[in-house]
């Protein structure tokens, strides 16, 4: 028989120094108690089973409750429910339970708000609760963004794992050897020689490549007819400074945003002596439900220097990707059996193409990305009519969608998460354009925002999975994919659960629909190794 449910909020005191506890019935806070935040777990209520411990911001309490030895198994995060409700639900929306608290005092005079007291707690947890009244979904996302906040500060803890001297290896091969100095002499030598190269062919002496400005007025002086300097413009035209701008400036990207500087700036030694990659995440960053990460970009680490994220001695990654993730979402959300099937068992985009569907694989990858995110133009308006004779279903939900946007109407998630009130447009040819423009937001908001949630969920199941093993733990998240560091031995086993994760989320979010989210696993010394 199964525990009864009950609800314990906790709040910190004196900048974390104490945390208060008290159990939280009917929008009250009773028995309300004190302890030193390291002593925190002797308070019975925590551990008893089906406890769901409630707090008002995850990056505040978390790490003293996971300092302190407290299992977090089911809990309430009401800031990010609250986010949730005021657009799901209409529920009031107030600053105190919009704002994000610190974990830590960030010097004397810090400004950081304070903690809500656990009274507060009690109120908000019980207007939440009302708000939320019968919605199975909208419980569901509650428990699952709750969870990805625990999830969260989890991974900002362990840190990813970081070589400095293979990144800095891989840098020197891509880039040439370090710069010393600023200005011209900061850049690397083969992005020098690419930028002589590209003053050469433009007669342009000074020309700074960094200067988009400079580098429009040379190309126009040089006879080419171009908008701008994006590499897809300067593909259409033949001339000797095309091939080596669009190389440096591929390579002025990774130099600027995974370069030197920036390993610098993020990889560290811990607590433990480990060097790590130190990464904010940030739950529910993207409107859709999406993660975003703040300071690091690690959303964003180039495959050129994935080999510099490596397991320590005696480990291994297991990297697991969910394959055509959001396609998938569109499917389950349409219950296009038919759709769903082309997937089962095998790559999505190839499984049209043996259907008929469509003559290529990168047909059909480009016909479902117009589906999902509006494409109307080349290659994708050709396709697109043939996914719409085949899969009448799916395509039904994103144009709906669409067609909902347009009329300044609201969408939601398949557990209930509700876009945005659109802004006004005016009733003429300007705000058409902005008509349809909203109107490809709210298209790929109900499936991005519904492949969010799936990603929560499996989250939450590999947490679980990987709980028992010693020395196993989730160390990256990428929208759809994971990274988790675990014991050699232990490697393929690990590699297992992730796949058992993915398919146990699948069941949770769309029930008996029959639906695969396949996961390819690698278990590689470094994530370099890992195949695309």
């Given at each position: 028989?199964?525990?009864?449910?009950?609800?314990?909020?906790?709040?910190?005191?004196?900048?974390?120094?104490?945390?208060?506890?008290?159990?939280?019935?009917?929008?009250?806070?009773?028995?309300?108690?004190?302890?030193?935040?390291?002593?925190?777990?002797?308070?019975?209520?925590?551990?008893?089973?089906?406890?769901?411990?409630?707090?008002?911001?995850?990056?505040?309490?978390?790490?003293?409750?996971?300092?302190?030895?407290?299992?977090?198994?089911?809990?309430?995060?009401?800031?990010?429910?609250?986010?949730?409700?005021?657009?799901?639900?209409?529920?009031?929306?107030?600053?105190?339970?919009?704002?994000?608290?610190?974990?830590?005092?960030?010097?004397?005079?810090?400004?950081?708000?304070?903690?809500?007291?656990?009274?507060?707690?009690?109120?908000?947890?019980?207007?939440?609760?009302?708000?939320?009244?019968?919605?199975?979904?909208?419980?569901?996302?509650?428990?699952?963004?709750?969870?990805?906040?625990?999830?969260?500060?989890?991974?900002?803890?362990?840190?990813?794992?970081?070589?400095?001297?293979?990144?800095?290896?891989?840098?020197?091969?891509?880039?040439?050897?370090?710069?010393?100095?600023?200005?011209?002499?900061?850049?690397?030598?083969?992005?020098?020689?690419?930028?002589?190269?590209?003053?050469?062919?433009?007669?342009?002496?000074?020309?700074?490549?960094?200067?988009?400005?400079?580098?429009?007025?040379?190309?126009?002086?040089?006879?080419?007819?171009?908008?701008?300097?994006?590499?897809?413009?300067?593909?259409?035209?033949?001339?000797?400074?095309?091939?080596?701008?669009?190389?440096?400036?591929?390579?002025?990207?990774?130099?600027?945003?995974?370069?030197?500087?920036?390993?610098?700036?993020?990889?560290?030694?811990?607590?433990?002596?480990?060097?790590?990659?130190?990464?904010?995440?940030?739950p529910g960053g993207v409107v859709t439900g999406r993660w975003a990460t703040e300071g690091s970009g690690a959303m964003q680490i180039a495959r050129q220097i994935r080999g510099a994220v490596a397991a320590e001695p005696g480990m291994r990654l297991v990297v697991a990707d969910a394959a055509q993730l959001e396609p998938r979402a569109l499917a389950a959300i349409?219950?296009?059996?038919?759709?769903?099937?082309?997937?089962?068992?095998?790559?999505?985009?190839?499984?049209?193409?043996?259907?008929?569907?469509?003559?290529?694989?990168?047909?059909?990858?480009?016909?479902?990305?117009?589906?999902?995110?509006?494409?109307?133009?080349?290659?994708?308006?050709?396709?697109?009519?043939?996914?719409?004779?085949?899969?009448?279903?799916?395509?039904?939900?994103?144009?709906?969608?669409?067609?909902?946007?347009?009329?300044?109407?609201?969408?939601?998630?398949?557990?209930?998460?509700?876009?945005?009130?659109?802004?006004?447009?005016?009733?003429?040819?300007?705000?058409?354009?902005?008509?349809?423009?909203?109107?490809?937001?709210?298209?790929?908001?109900?499936?991005?925002?519904?492949?969010?949630?799936?990603?929560?969920?499996?989250?939450?199941?590999?947490?679980?999975?990987?709980?028992?093993?010693?020395?196993?733990?989730?160390?990256?998240?990428?929208?759809?994919?994971?990274?988790?560091?675990?014991?050699?031995?232990?490697?393929?086993?690990?590699?297992?659960?992730?796949?058992?994760?993915?398919?146990?989320?699948?069941?949770?979010?769309?029930?008996?629909?029959?639906?695969?989210?396949?996961?390819?696993?690698?278990?590689?010394?470094?994530?370099?190794?890992?195949?695309?």
């Open positions: 028989m199964a525990a009864a449910s009950f609800d314990v909020g906790v709040a910190s005191l004196d900048r974390g120094a104490r945390i208060a506890v008290a159990t939280l019935v009917d929008g009250r806070a009773t028995d309300a108690s004190v302890h030193a935040s390291a002593h925190v777990a002797a308070d019975p209520r925590l551990t008893r089973p089906g406890v769901r411990i409630v707090w008002q911001d995850a990056k505040a309490v978390v790490p003293l409750l996971l300092d302190a030895g407290v299992g977090l198994d089911r809990v309430r995060d009401l800031r990010l429910v609250h986010r949730i409700l005021v657009e799901a639900r209409g529920l009031a929306a107030e600053e105190r339970w919009a704002r994000s608290l610190r974990g830590e005092a960030e010097g004397l005079f810090s400004l950081a708000p304070e903690a809500e007291p656990v009274e507060a707690l009690a109120e908000q947890l019980a207007a939440q609760e009302a708000a939320i009244a019968a919605d199975a979904g909208l419980r569901m996302l509650a428990a699952a963004e709750s969870m990805g906040a625990v999830i969260a500060v989890e991974l900002s803890r362990q840190g990813l794992p970081f070589d400095r001297a293979a990144h800095d290896a891989l840098l020197t091969e891509a880039l040439g050897e370090r710069p010393v100095g600023v200005g011209a002499a900061a850049r690397p030598r083969r992005m020098e020689a690419l930028a002589a190269e590209v003053r050469d062919a433009l007669a342009a002496p000074a020309l700074n490549p960094d200067s988009p400005q400079e580098v429009l007025k040379a190309l126009r002086r040089a006879g080419l007819d171009v908008a701008s300097t994006a590499r897809w413009e300067l593909r259409e035209h033949e001339h000797p400074a095309v091939a080596p701008l669009i190389e440096y400036k591929h390579l002025a990207r990774l130099h600027t945003a995974n370069g030197w500087a920036w390993a610098q700036r993020w990889a560290r030694t811990d607590a433990q002596g480990r060097m790590r990659l130190a990464i904010e995440y940030v349409a219950r296009d059996e038919a759709l769903a099937d082309a997937g089962r068992g095998t790559d999505l985009y190839q499984g049209l193409v043996d259907r008929g569907v469509v003559d290529t694989r990168q047909h059909a990858k480009i016909g479902m990305l117009g589906a999902l995110y509006g494409g109307t133009t080349g290659e994708s308006a050709l396709v697109l009519p043939r996914l719409a004779l085949a899969y009448p279903r799916a395509l039904a939900v994103v144009e709906g969608a669409a067609r909902a946007g347009e009329r300044r109407e609201r969408v939601r998630t398949w557990l209930g998460r509700t876009s945005p009130v659109p802004p006004r447009w005016r009733d003429d040819e300007r705000g058409g354009r902005q008509a349809r423009a909203w109107g490809r937001f709210t298209r790929n908001f109900v499936v991005q925002g519904t492949a969010a949630e799936w990603a929560l969920a499996w989250m939450a199941g590999v947490r679980r999975a990987i709980r028992d093993v010693d020395g196993a733990a989730l160390v990256c998240f990428l929208h759809d994919e994971v990274i988790v560091q675990a014991p050699e031995g232990s490697a393929d086993a690990v590699a297992e659960a992730v796949r058992s994760a993915a398919a146990e989320a699948g069941r949770l979010l769309f029930g008996r629909f029959p639906i695969d989210f396949p996961v390819q696993t690698a278990v590689v010394g470094d994530w370099g190794q890992a195949k695309d």
